[in-house]
């Protein structure tokens, strides 16, 4: 089951050394031009991951023409979201996004959407990983912003107590 893809998520991710699970539980990740160009755009040690995962399992393509219930939804979101957005609503895919506004719009268009945290609890239930908290918290450190409650309702949801 391929997905689409906003930066966030697979930056976090590329922060934790942990993109081989999108592979694994996708096979193939498609991002818009403008989320590959801020991909290209970031610094640190992550770029080389991003870079070569581009290689590998994350296809850049171009984006269809999008509707307008679609441009009317997306309209006060960033480039990046309104491209991703547009893009899993037309190819009828599921969204990776971490972005609220973002994904309060693509829920209001009808869109399935998942975020980091249902990445690692999805990689858990199918035994990827051993446990989801650790690697919110390595991605918490690393930089990338996650509530004290979105990490809390991950763990919940893999059946993990308190950390």
């Not at 957005?85 to 209001?108: H, P």
Request: aromatic share 4%; with cysteine; hydrophobic share 45%.
């Amino acid at each position: 089951m391929t997905v689409v893809s906003n930066t966030g998520p697979l930056i976090a991710l590329a922060k934790a050394n942990r993109l081989d699970l999108l592979e694994a539980l996708f096979g193939h990740v498609q991002i818009p031009s403008e989320v590959h160009r801020e991909l290209l755009a970031g610094r640190g040690p992550e770029m080389a991951r991003l870079v070569d995962a581009v290689r590998r399992f994350i296809r850049v393509v171009p984006m269809p023409p999008t509707a307008s219930e679609v441009q009317a939804a997306i309209r006060q979101l960033e480039v990046g979201e309104q491209e991703a957005i547009g893009l899993a609503y037309e190819s009828r895919m599921t969204l990776m996004m971490d972005d609220r506004s973002g994904r309060t719009a693509a829920r209001r268009l009808g869109l399935s959407v998942v975020g980091v945290a249902g990445v690692l609890v999805r990689a858990k239930e199918t035994g990827l990983i051993p446990a989801v908290r650790p690697l919110l918290e390595e991605i918490r450190q690393q930089g990338y912003w996650l509530s004290d409650e979105l990490i809390e309702e991950a763990c919940r949801l893999a059946g993990e107590g308190r950390g």
